[in-house]
């Protein structure tokens, strides 16, 4: 992933948006990472993929609570 000082992003905006829709772009500030730009199509199919591993985890949980695989909250705090 290549990475664009936050100026640099601001002095070549447009070439930051042409190259953020081949890959996404890291911006730092301060030599801090700071934010991904990334293509609008990227960011949809980044979301998509969060909604299916919800799905897929409460999936999971609804299948180990009909299973009796189920682990009461204040005995597992205790443990840790």
């Not at 301060?30 to 897929?56: F, G, P, Q, T």
């Amino acid at each position: 992933m290549n990475t664009l000082t936050a100026n640099d992003a601001k002095r070549n905006f447009g070439e930051l948006l042409l190259n953020a829709q081949r890959e996404p772009i890291k911006i730092s500030k301060n030599n801090k990472d700071a934010v991904v730009v990334m293509s609008i199509r990227d960011y949809e199919e980044l979301e998509a993929m969060k909604v299916d591993y919800i799905k897929y985890c409460f999936e999971n949980a609804k299948r180990d609570l009909a299973q009796g695989n189920v682990v009461d909250g204040k005995d597992f705090l205790d443990t840790l």
